[in-house]
């Protein structure tokens, strides 16, 4: 299975600020990778897919970046609604695996 | 409207099956694959597994191989999963989610989940 590590597992910003998590694979993905966005009680929304295609209807402060084994999410200007935990997930193979989530606080 | 939409919670003793239904609407089932993702509380997202409503084909992750079956119902556009010899590790919000195929894949779907408690 690939082994998804993530980082920062949590983080406070403030508002306005530039936000990076990290993602990285045990082998290379490609740019197979995806970056979802849970808030509390809600189901996972997608972000980003091949590692820096923005969803439809998501803000563009949020980029991604990265192939290989080494990606991140950028959030480049920090809103209040973007506290949530993000979770990154390959799909280069079965099993799918997701990342631990980072927890993002805003201060 | 495009959506699934997941059966509600369930309650279950050690030992024993529960099955969770997720039912699609609003676009063409069979072209769309549905995966299965768990949570359970205050934790990360967990892969179970992905089924093709148009083959049937399943893939499971290991750690539940033997213990989950994956099956649809074209007829009525819903998914079933359903997990057996519970035990208190399986406690968990269970989420459906559309698998958007083809080459690049991501779930762009999801339900809106089923709480499964896991109690004696």
């Known amino acids: 299975d690939i082994q998804m590590t993530q980082f920062p597992s949590s983080l406070s910003a403030s508002v306005g600020d530039r936000v990076t998590i990290t993602c990285r694979t045990n082998q290379s993905i490609s740019r197979y990778l995806n970056w979802y966005q849970q808030k509390p009680g809600k189901a996972p929304k997608v972000l980003i897919y091949?590692?820096?295609t923005l969803q439809s209807g998501v803000p563009s402060r949020f980029t991604g970046s990265g192939s290989g084994t080494d990606f991140a999410l950028i959030i480049s200007s920090l809103q209040p609604e973007d506290s949530a935990t993000y979770y990154c997930q390959q799909s280069y193979n079965f099993p799918r695996t997701f990342g631990q989530g980072t927890n993002l606080e805003i201060k | 409207q495009v959506q699934l939409l997941q059966s509600g919670g369930e309650m279950g003793k050690p030992g024993a099956s529960v099955k969770v239904s997720c039912k699609a609407s609003g676009y063409s089932f069979s072209t769309y694959g549905i995966t299965w993702v768990r949570q359970a509380p205050g934790q990360g997202l967990e892969w179970m597994g992905w089924i093709s409503p148009h083959s049937g084909n399943t893939k499971y992750t290991q750690k539940l191989q033997g213990r989950v079956t994956m099956t649809t119902d074209t007829s009525t556009s819903t998914v079933y999963m359903e997990l057996r010899g519970l035990t208190s590790d399986d406690t968990a919000v269970y989420y459906c989610?559309?698998?958007?195929?083809?080459?690049?894949?991501?779930?762009?779907?999801w339900g809106q989940g089923t709480l499964v408690t896991v109690s004696s």
């Open positions: 091949v590692a820096s």
């Open positions: 989610a559309r698998d958007n195929g083809g080459a690049i894949i991501y779930f762009d779907l």
